[in-house]
């Protein structure tokens, strides 16, 4: 008889968990961005560095190398180290004094949390066969949505009644007693032992990855429509506090209570049922789990609209809600077809390969964009620069579901090329 430890749907809780925290830590900063721009005296651009290109610089770089220790070795271990680290750095961010001090206190969390999905990823396809793993992403990814919902609610209260320092302290402590959980309750699968396509070959190079992965143009174009979907969708989010507050008037805590449930719900339902319906449609034809992310990103654009420009605060929720939630369908998707191409050996470097593209595009470039975009408009259109600042995820969203469609039009052909589809 299994044991809790051998059960998947606990390791998938397990994990989900702390992809939540993970994203509670990465994303408290942003409910936080006003008072600290306010106490540090610092510009829309030094915010939009300290909320992407900051975390995203050494998140990137080092997620690569810790992927193939994961690949390699204990992928268990390396998330425990993973969380521990992003927590504690979390948690000083409440003693700085300066922009340079907070910066890398973020360049800390973003080394903490390089070795957090990867392994986590290559776990989950260890625990679920291919025909249920993009189910099993998008409920892994929740915590995306989860993490934001808790970090902007709780957040955004303990900023207004205790400050922001008080807040980074109570937001990084419980990381550390669940790193402890994490070791001592999971067990590490092996590798592979689910798969049609067995990995009784010796372990690839990085470059042999790099080779197989960029040889199939599926992944290729499928790796840079997430980039440029996440693009608006950090670019946005990560000023959305501060456009509530400096656009709409809105109160800080009662920003943080709407962004984290429309957020939240919004963001959940839709990384959710993008999995969900991808693996059911899936069954009839496999190029859906890139259709859906294609339809779904034209359909937030429309909404993103509302959001922007309306100047009812109803209208501009009722936006931000339908361009979340179309605009998170693509996640789950797309690291099961990742995955699908690849053997278990290469499941966590191919993982890191994906992330690296999506939070290079992403949240390293889509903030600082827009908050550069906002200190220049700002002399001529004052709060408003970031209205316009906002259109060009216009562009970004577009180019990200021409990509999807482009990536469907070559899957079943790589897929029979890995060996993956008879």
């Known amino acids: 008889m299994k044991s809790y430890k051998d059960n998947k749907w606990y390791v ?32 829309d651009t030094q ?10 610089a050494l998140y990137v770089i080092l997620g690569l190398p810790i992927a193939r220790i994961a690949d390699k ?9 993973s969380i521990s680290l992003w927590s504690f750095m979390t948690a000083i961010s409440g003693a700085v004094s300066s922009f340079t001090q907070l910066l890398l206190a973020r360049i800390g969390v973003g080394i903490g949390e390089a070795g957090g999905s990867p392994p986590s990823h290559s776990i989950i396809s260890d625990y679920f066969p291919p025909k249920k793993r993009a189910t099993a992403f998008a409920i892994y990814s929740l915590g995306i949505y989860i993490g934001i919902l808790i970090g902007f609610v709780i957040g955004g209260f303990i900023a207004k009644h205790y400050g922001w320092r008080i807040t980074f302290y109570t937001i990084g402590i419980p990381g550390l007693l669940l790193a402890i959980v994490l070791y001592f309750t999971v067990k590490e699968p092996t590798k592979g032992q689910l798969d049609s396509l ?54 800080l805590a009662v920003a943080g209570y709407v962004l984290g449930l429309v957020l939240g719900v919004g963001g959940g339902l839709g990384v959710f049922l993008g999995g969900y319906l991808s693996d059911r449609l899936g069954l009839k034809d496999l190029r859906w ?50 995955h699908s191409l690849v053997n278990a050996k290469m499941r966590a470097i ?24 906002s200190d ?10 970031l209205r316009w600042a906002f259109c060009i995820v216009l562009v970004s969203g577009s180019l990200a579901s021409v990509f999807f469609g482009m990536a469907a039009k070559h899957y079943r052909a790589d897929l029979k090329s890995s060996g993956a589809l008879q």
């Open 12 to 43: 998938l809780f397990i994990l989900t968990l702390v992809y939540t925290f993970s994203f509670i830590d990465r994303q408290i900063l942003v409910i936080l961005s006003e008072p600290i721009k306010s106490e540090l005296g610092l510009s």
């Open 47 to 56: 915010l939009g560095l300290l909320t992407g290109l900051a975390f995203a």
């Open 73 to 81: 070795g204990n992928r268990k271990n390396i998330i425990v180290i």
């Open 198 to 251: 067995k990995s009784h070959i010796e372990l690839p190079t990085l470059k042999q990855v790099y080779k197989i992965l960029f040889g199939y143009k599926s992944f290729v174009y499928a790796a840079l429509g997430t980039g440029f979907i996440a693009f608006g969708q950090y670019g946005i989010t990560n000023f959305l506090p501060s456009f509530l507050q400096r656009i709409h008037g809105m109160d």
């Open 289 to 338: 789990y890139l259709w859906g992310p294609m339809i779904s990103g034209f359909l937030s654009l429309i909404f993103v609209l509302l959001l922007i420009f309306s100047d009812q605060i109803i209208w501009v929720i009722a936006g931000l809600f339908l361009t979340v939630f179309f605009a998170s369908f693509y996640l789950a998707p797309v690291i099961g077809i990742t």
């Open 350 to 373: 191919a993982s890191s390969i994906l992330f690296f593209i999506l939070n290079f595009i992403g949240l390293g470039f889509g903030p600082l964009t827009i908050g550069f975009l």
């Open 376 to 385: 220049s408009l700002q002399p001529e259109f004052g709060d408003l620069s």
